[in-house]
């Protein structure tokens, strides 16, 4: 079960180095086919934060750091909401909620909207942002919607996004911890995962400027929302 969550966590973080978002969005619904919905968001938070924190390294001087501040305020306000919903639904319920936020945010990321300017739909993008990242993992296409309006180039996007997700990550593993949600067996998951990181790192960035990342993207995608209906198939007949 532990060389699984290696192998789907040195995908997810390939994908994301390739495209700059996408780790939550294929690490969470597969583990949680393997660990159940719960342990499959906490464990996922490790390993993205270590991800995060790279892409932040070798992109910070594509950093929009005024976006980033603007986007981390109301994420924070969005986090403790998700934190409440993971700790009082069910498993099944649980299930459910992660494999349809997850099969919202591929349609959104398959569609790539541009938000109206201004500061409220912005905002609103860095609540859901907030709420999505601590109770079903993936935050980054509405993070991506708010970000089209301001057309960034590849590498700002990527660099941005990492930002809000590195320290929006210190604060979402601190609530694990405080609300009790950072299990022994969530932690192992995400440290045996540790370096499946760096590969996926490495693997990913070579992608990065050497595909057709709209394609590439909308074929990770399909494969998401395969998933998703067999999580929700599962969930729904309770095996």
């Not at 604060?171 to 995962?193: P, Q």
């Amino acid at each position: 079960m532990l060389l699984i969550a290696c192998v789907v966590v040195l995908v997810a973080s390939a994908v994301q180095a390739a495209t700059g978002f996408g780790f939550s969005l294929v690490a969470v619904p597969l583990l949680t086919l393997a660990f159940g919905p719960r342990l499959a968001v906490v464990a996922t938070a490790l390993p993205a934060l270590l991800l995060a924190s790279i892409t932040v390294a070798r992109d910070r001087t594509h950093v929009r750091w005024r976006t980033v501040g603007v986007l981390l305020t109301t994420l924070v306000v969005g986090m403790p909401i998700g934190l409440l919903l993971l700790r009082v639904l069910s498993e099944r319920a649980l299930s459910v909620v992660v494999a349809l936020a997850v099969t919202s945010c591929a349609a959104l990321a398959w569609r790539t909207p541009r938000l109206p300017r201004g500061f409220a739909p912005i905002a609103a993008a860095g609540l859901a942002a907030g709420v999505l990242a601590t109770v079903a993992g993936p935050s980054g296409p509405p993070l991506i919607a708010a970000m089209q309006t301001m057309e960034y180039g590849p590498r700002e996007l990527r660099g941005t996004l990492a930002a809000v997700f590195s320290l929006g990550g210190v604060l979402g593993v601190g609530g694990f911890v405080l609300t009790g949600a950072l299990t022994d067996r969530a932690a192992l998951v995400g440290a045996v995962a540790v370096p499946a990181v760096l590969l996926g790192w490495w693997i990913g960035n070579h992608l990065f400027e050497r595909i057709d990342r709209v394609r590439f993207r909308r074929a990770v995608l399909v494969i998401l929302i395969a998933s998703c209906l067999l999580t929700v198939a599962r969930a729904v007949s309770g095996n």
